[in-house]
């Protein structure tokens, strides 16, 4: 069994998270993306029932092995300014797995 990779967030509640993850095959070949699927989420605990915010998982380029992830303006503005946990998967073949893992501390915003 694989050991998530460690990365952690931080940014500031209300603001829209935007930044694309590029998978590997090894350290020079980007693995191809076709078939597979992604999700991402945020808990106020990783064993929390409930889901604090929801990443939209997209695959911009297959072949280059790009996901890109999105946690809109309006998502992030309910989290509270604590630290919280989140994790990233792939789903392949019937498969999950965890890529990443972390913590996400969000910072209170002023301007609202």
């Known amino acids: 069994m694989a050991v998530p990779g460690k990365r952690d967030l931080k940014f500031v509640r209300g603001d ?3 930044f694309t993850i590029q998978i ?12 597979y699927s992604f999700a991402a989420q945020i808990r106020t605990d990783p064993n929390a029932a409930a889901v604090a915010g929801t990443f939209t998982c ?5 072949a280059n092995g ?3 992830l999105i946690l809109p303006a309006n998502i992030s503005a309910l989290l509270p300014d604590d630290i919280l946990y989140w994790d990233f998967e792939q789903t392949f073949a019937g498969n999950v797995t965890t890529l ?4 996400c501390t969000v910072i209170a ?3 609202r």
């Open 66 to 68: 790009t996901v890109r």
């Open 58 to 62: 997209t695959v911009p380029n297959a």
């Open 16 to 18: 829209t998270q935007d």
């Open 109 to 111: 915003d002023v301007t």
């Open 100 to 103: 990443l893992a972390g913590k």
């Open 24 to 35: 590997m095959e090894n350290e020079t070949t980007p693995r191809n993306l076709t078939g």
